[in-house]
């Protein structure tokens, strides 16, 4: 049983499309966190939220806490947004994380 | 700042062989995390530490032990390596637990024979 599912698991879009990427998790959270891993393998933490929306540049992250639902929403996509979206939930000192979604832009 | 680092970045062992993963933060940062992450799966905790001198298991604990002796390090053991072993290895800190930020290292790769 996992924890945290993603959708899609892999994504192309042309370059200049809106993309969203879905997270829905199964268990109570203090927090939920976007992460992106870079082609190299380097990951870095985009967002953490435990509510309500942010947004930095490009990237919007919503959560649903009723309906245990997140959003990352990525507008005007560049090909350098090529990454996998990881996202993950915080509970306790324990953290669980998503399978990840493959996106690839094309320019 | 250096941010978090991890030693080696890549080896190869024989089963059976045992070696230690070194993680150092130069952020300060009280917890300390080891995940792994294998394909077609989430990363994984496999340790967690909230503090200099404290250690507590994650998800997939067995086979690998840890230590925090000093606040800045964070070493992750395989006394007995074995193939299901085989993974990529993430440490990463933050200040404090769950409604904090993680900064990941860049991993290690580690293939076990």
């Known amino acids: 049983k996992n924890e945290v599912e993603q959708s899609p698991q892999n994504l192309t879009a042309q370059e200049g499309e809106f993309i969203t990427i879905n997270c829905s998790y199964s268990v109570g959270i203090s927090a939920l966190h976007w992460l992106q891993q870079h082609p190299g393998g380097g990951i870095v933490s985009l967002f953490m939220?435990?509510?309500g929306k942010k947004k930095h540049g490009r990237l919007i992250a919503t959560i649903n806490i009723q309906e245990k639902h997140s959003s990352l929403h990525i507008t005007a996509s560049h090909p350098r947004d090529s990454a996998v979206y990881i996202c993950?939930?915080?509970?306790?000192?324990?953290?669980?994380f998503g399978t990840g979604t493959s996106l690839t832009v094309i320019p | 700042n250096a941010g978090v680092t991890q030693t080696p970045k890549f080896r190869v062992l024989k089963t059976g062989q045992s070696m230690t993963l070194l993680c150092a933060q130069d952020?300060?940062?009280?917890?300390m995390y080891w995940y792994r992450q294998d394909p077609g799966m989430g990363l994984r905790l496999i340790h967690y530490s909230v503090g200099e001198g404290t250690t507590a298991k994650g998800e997939v604990p067995d086979g690998y032990n840890v230590s925090r002796l000093k606040k800045q390090n964070f070493l992750l053991g395989l006394e007995s390596a074995a193939p299901s072993q085989t993974s990529v290895y993430f440490c990463?800190?933050?200040?404090?637990?769950?409604?904090?930020?993680?900064?990941f290292g860049p991993g290690t790769r580690l293939t076990v024979l």
């Open positions: 952020m300060n940062h009280e917890y």
């Open positions: 993950a939930v915080s509970t306790g000192n324990q953290f669980y």
């Open positions: 990463a800190s933050s200040y404090s637990g769950t409604y904090n930020e993680q900064f």
């Open positions: 939220l435990s509510s």
